[in-house]
């Protein structure tokens, strides 16, 4: 055991030291839906990925940590020290104990579309039983296969009667569905010699009365109990800890009456697991620690706290602001969260953060940012902060527009093009309105100018060629993202020239989208293309155009409820969904009209395939995906917008490390801050050519090197020279390989 907790921490260092490469995701571990006691913690399966904790440490394990999946139902703890997880449709996954990574053990079951029960999954003689919504499996995990699986039970289909409960005494197994429990004996060592198993016969009716949610044994034979929870008994039969009732907690002879293991007057405790001299009491949200007469509190997950994550909004030095349906922000740098805050005590968007796709979070490049909660107002904060600069309440007067007097519904901001202000959009019984707000909340009204009664998402950027703006906003004609809506295009004057105030010079709507509301927007601009997105459809705009136009193809895009969309730094088109993933469309020529997909989905890395938001940071090449339990960032070196690399614009010069470069202890090179149309050349001493690396090796301004030459060969140890060279600039340098 001790080992198996070496593994553990040694897995979470691997997981911290590479957050910054690939797939990082930052989840809640809550609800737990199992836990086991394992090398001197509790291992636990949780919506939020498979979590282990002790006093000292506290890890979760995700998709991103090769799971395929964040959502388990259920964990198995061998005799042996063997670390198993079921995810939510089954999929087992094992912690190798050889390199401290989780190897998928069979993903079979996960076709068949059907939940396990969480937490009834029981094990013997490494075979373990699964219940199902609607079946009962066997496996063999020293096979890794499946050995069985069985729809009836004596008389009982459970295709009706779902398994409630599973537990092993001895050699028996016995399986409760509802009012019914019934045992079997098992021949577990040699399982599949038992063809008889099958044969609903072959079980005996041991129990019927109240429904039976979870089995123990007493002196008396078997115990049954009408809730989850935990019986167990120590190694001389003698009762230590039951739970009877809601109210009641016993602990080896002694009731447990801490606040912490009860709300409202009921137990919240479901597993009782022992390892030592440490005990640990788990429910669905609560962790505790019983240790030498006390109650110690394991439940707060210190690394990543919210959930009901609905908006998501990057920052320009990199990091990350995102908004929940409770009323909480937090700001993250991509390897640390920020505690988080509420705007109002206990008020927030709620359902309505879904119901009607809002996008109300933006963001200044000086960190200053705008939030609005649904029908209280606006609030400028400063410096990814709680530190309130203005707070424009719905409830004073003001010149916005009300959809009610005194209560103010917005589903969209947007940051000014000059940085300095916002422009926002409210909706009314009759036409929405606009209005900007400086940075330090000074408000200038447009009301009632909109072509609809509500709006949706909003974006602002100049026009080229002059010196006004273009607001565009979705037009909806109701409040949710289901409405009918057009594209609204303001032309608008820059508020610093009229003292502050906002100026409409032109406004024009453009239907597309066959009629449906747009529920996020974003610029292209590369291209000058607005980019839209409806419930169930894709479409783009540009200058000249009279309508909004959608692509013939978009070639792998699944049908799907979109969520949100945002452009990379080479013009991919990145799509959320609802239950689809995300999907990333690339243009097969210079046309919108003809795209391709790639498709992302918890097996690639991604938290939850539901994606309430996402954000493209095209500086530092990170995409961000907002989920209902969590975060998932995705590093990938082409989202970056290398355009001004090697340029007298550049903000970052060319850096090459580590150097010296040891092969025997360096995997590469890196040449960060190249752009994309120049060739690096690697020289001997003697001038001789050993390298080039060009086209692709540099997409995203960013190059390696592993050392090898043309012919895959290591290169000697000694000096090099490097020549970075494009159409503006060349950069050369000195590089050691060592041995």
């Known amino acids: 055991m001790k080992l198996l907790y070496g593994i553990f921490f040694l897995f979470a260092l691997i997981h911290v030291s590479f957050a910054g490469e690939g797939w990082t995701n930052f989840s809640a571990p809550f609800q737990i839906n199992d836990a086991k006691a394992c090398a001197g913690g509790v291992v636990m399966a949780t919506d939020g990925g498979m979590r282990f904790r002790t006093p000292d440490m506290d890890v979760v394990y995700t998709a991103a940590n090769g799971l395929e999946t964040s959502n388990f139902s259920a964990v198995v703890v061998t005799e042996n020290g063997g670390v198993y997880a079921v995810s939510q449709y089954g999929l087992i996954a094992n912690l190798n104990g050889a390199?401290?990574?989780?190897?998928?053990?069979?993903?079979?079951?996960?076709?068949?579309?059907?939940?396990?029960?969480?937490?009834?999954?029981?094990?013997?003689?490494?075979?373990?039983?699964?219940?199902?919504?609607?079946?009962?499996?066997?496996?063999?995990?020293?096979?890794?296969?499946?050995?069985?699986?069985?729809?009836?039970?004596?008389?009982?289909?459970?295709?009706?009667?779902?398994?409630?409960?599973?537990?092993?005494?001895?050699?028996?197994?016995?399986?409760?569905?509802?009012?019914?429990?019934?045992?079997?004996?098992?021949?577990?060592?040699?399982?599949?010699?038992?063809?008889?198993?099958?044969?609903?016969?072959?079980?005996?009716?041991?129990?019927?009365?109240?429904?039976?949610?979870?089995?123990?044994?007493?002196?008396?034979?078997?115990?049954?109990?009408?809730?989850?929870?935990?019986?167990?008994?120590?190694?001389?039969?003698?009762?230590?800890?039951?739970?009877?009732?809601?109210?009641?907690?016993?602990?080896?002879?002694?009731?447990?009456?801490?606040?912490?293991?009860?709300?409202?007057?009921?137990?919240?405790?479901?597993?009782?697991?022992?390892?030592?001299?440490?005990?640990?009491?788990?429910?669905?949200?609560?962790?505790?620690?019983?240790?030498?007469?006390?109650?110690?509190?394991?439940?707060?997950?210190?690394?990543?706290?919210?959930?009901?994550?609905?908006?998501?909004?990057?920052?320009?030095?990199?990091?990350?602001?995102?908004?929940?349906?409770?009323?909480?922000?937090?700001?993250?740098?991509?390897?640390?969260?920020?505690?988080?805050?509420?705007?109002?005590?206990?008020?927030?968007?709620?359902?309505?953060?879904?119901?009607?796709?809002?996008?109300?979070?933006?963001?200044?490049?000086?960190?200053?940012?705008?939030?609005?909660?649904?029908?209280?107002?606006?609030?400028?904060?400063?410096?990814?902060?709680?530190?309130?600069?203005?707070?424009?309440?719905?409830?004073?007067?003001?010149?916005?527009?009300?959809?009610?007097?005194?209560?103010?519904?917005?589903?969209?901001?947007?940051?000014?093009?000059?940085?300095?202000?916002?422009?926002?959009?409210?909706?009314?019984?009759?036409?929405?309105?606009?209005?900007?707000?400086?940075?330090?909340?000074?408000?200038?009204?447009?009301?009632?100018?909109?072509?609809?009664?509500?709006?949706?998402?909003?974006?602002?950027?100049?026009?080229?060629?002059?010196?006004?703006?273009?607001?565009?906003?979705?037009?909806?004609?109701?409040?949710?993202?289901?409405?009918?809506?057009?594209?609204?295009?303001?032309?608008?004057?820059?508020?610093?020239?009229?003292?502050?105030?906002?100026?409409?010079?032109?406004m024009r709507s453009y239907t597309g989208l066959n009629g449906a509301s747009i529920v996020d927007m974003t610029m292209d601009d590369k291209t000058n293309t607005l980019w839209l997105a409806s419930v169930s459809g894709l479409g783009y705009w540009a200058e000249g155009q009279d309508s909004v136009m959608q692509p013939y193809s978009t070639k792998g895009l699944l049908s799907a409820e979109f969520t949100s969309i945002d452009v990379d730094g080479h013009s991919n088109v990145w799509l959320g969904t609802t239950t689809q993933g995300a999907f990333r469309l690339s243009k097969t020529g210079v046309s919108n009209d003809s795209l391709v997909s790639k498709h992302y989905v918890m097996k690639d890395g991604l938290l939850s395939n539901a994606v309430s938001d996402l954000a493209v940071d095209s500086k530092t090449g990170r995409i961000w995906f907002a989920h209902e339990n969590g975060i998932s960032l995705y590093q990938r070196n082409d989202l970056r917008d290398a355009s001004d690399f090697m340029t007298d614009q550049a903000k970052i010069d060319v850096l090459v490390y580590p150097n010296p470069f040891r092969i025997n202890y360096h995997n590469v090179v890196t040449f960060q801050g190249v752009a994309e149309d120049a060739v690096i050349s690697i020289y001997n001493r003697g001038g001789t050519l050993v390298k080039s690396l060009y086209d692709q090796n540099v997409y995203g301004g960013m190059a390696e090197w592993d050392g090898r030459d043309k012919n895959g060969v290591y290169v000697a140890p000694g000096v090099y020279y490097y020549v970075i060279r494009n159409s503006r600039k060349t950069k050369k340098g000195k590089l050691i390989i060592m041995h």
């Open 99 to 506: 390199n401290g990574v989780w190897r998928i053990l069979n993903r079979s079951y996960v076709g068949g579309n059907m939940k396990v029960v969480p937490g009834e999954v029981v094990e013997k003689d490494s075979v373990i039983v699964l219940a199902f919504e609607r079946s009962l499996s066997f496996f063999s995990l020293s096979k890794e296969s499946s050995i069985i699986t069985i729809d009836r039970i004596g008389d009982q289909s459970l295709t009706v009667s779902r398994p409630n409960a599973l537990a092993i005494h001895n050699d028996t197994l016995y399986v409760s569905m509802g009012k019914y429990v019934y045992s079997r004996y098992v021949d577990w060592k040699h399982i599949e010699n038992d063809v008889s198993l099958i044969d609903p016969d072959s079980w005996t009716q041991v129990y019927y009365g109240d429904p039976v949610f979870s089995m123990g044994w007493g002196k008396n034979g078997l115990k049954t109990f009408t809730k989850h929870g935990t019986w167990y008994t120590d190694k001389n039969g003698k009762e230590t800890s039951f739970f009877i009732d809601d109210s009641l907690v016993v602990l080896k002879g002694k009731n447990l009456d801490d606040p912490l293991l009860f709300k409202e007057g009921k137990n919240q405790i479901q597993w009782v697991e022992s390892d030592g001299d440490k005990t640990f009491l788990v429910g669905a949200n609560t962790v505790a620690m019983y240790k030498d007469g006390m109650i110690h509190d394991l439940t707060q997950y210190e690394p990543y706290q919210l959930t009901g994550i609905y908006e998501i909004s990057s920052a320009r030095m990199g990091g990350v602001m995102v908004a929940s349906t409770d009323g909480r922000l937090a700001y993250s740098d991509g390897v640390v969260w920020g505690t988080p805050w509420t705007v109002i005590d206990n008020v927030g968007n709620n359902s309505e953060a879904y119901t009607n796709r809002m996008k109300v979070l933006s963001a200044l490049p000086n960190g200053t940012f705008i939030y609005h909660v649904w029908g209280m107002g606006f609030f400028i904060y400063r410096n990814w902060s709680p530190e309130v600069i203005k707070a424009i309440n719905s409830s004073e007067e003001t010149c916005l527009d009300q959809i009610v007097p005194h209560y103010t519904v917005s589903s969209g901001t947007a940051v000014a093009p000059d940085s300095q202000g916002f422009f926002v959009a409210l909706g009314t019984f009759e036409k929405y309105g606009l209005a900007y707000i400086s940075e330090d909340g000074e408000l200038s009204c447009a009301n009632g100018v909109g072509s609809m009664q509500s709006t949706g998402p909003l974006l602002a950027r100049p026009i080229d060629g002059s010196d006004d703006w273009h607001i565009y906003v979705g037009a909806r004609d109701g409040l949710a993202a289901g409405s009918l809506g057009v594209l609204d295009v303001f032309t608008v004057s820059p508020p610093r020239k009229n003292g502050g105030r906002l100026v409409i010079k032109d």
